[in-house]
């Protein structure tokens, strides 16, 4: 029977769970603080970097993604940091919408599937 590891466990959610060959992570977001779609995506993307390695994953990797924007004027921005980190050769499955984020300081959020 194959176990389920799920890392960082609180009442609400897991950090990730990882079941078999697959890894999932919940919705990363950055620090509230962070001006921008560009430096919130930064630190999304290296807390997605950190989390998939927990995982014994990385970006090359990836099966699928869901961008949520809080503004898809930002799309443009938030894609080219996008495009300068994801791994050449292996994008994942994408999908990009406008939302509403659980803090209004936010602008993007990010939510990955990936292999092991």
């Not at 290296?46 to 869901?66: F, T």
Request: a neutral charge; proline letters at 4%; charged letters at 20%.
């Amino acid at each position: 029977m194959s176990k389920i590891e799920r890392r960082e466990p609180n009442t609400r959610m897991s950090k990730s769970v990882s079941f078999e060959s697959l890894v999932f992570l919940a919705g990363q977001v950055g620090d509230a603080k962070s001006a921008g779609v560009q430096a919130q995506t930064l630190e999304v993307l290296a807390k997605i970097d950190a989390a998939l390695a927990e995982a014994g994953s990385d970006k090359s990797k990836l099966l699928s993604a869901l961008i949520h924007l809080k503004n898809m004027s930002d799309f443009g921005a938030m894609n080219g940091v996008w495009e300068a980190w994801v791994s050449p050769g292996n994008p994942p499955a994408r999908t990009t919408v406008q939302a509403l984020l659980a803090h209004p300081d936010l602008v993007v959020e990010i939510t990955v599937v990936a292999a092991r």
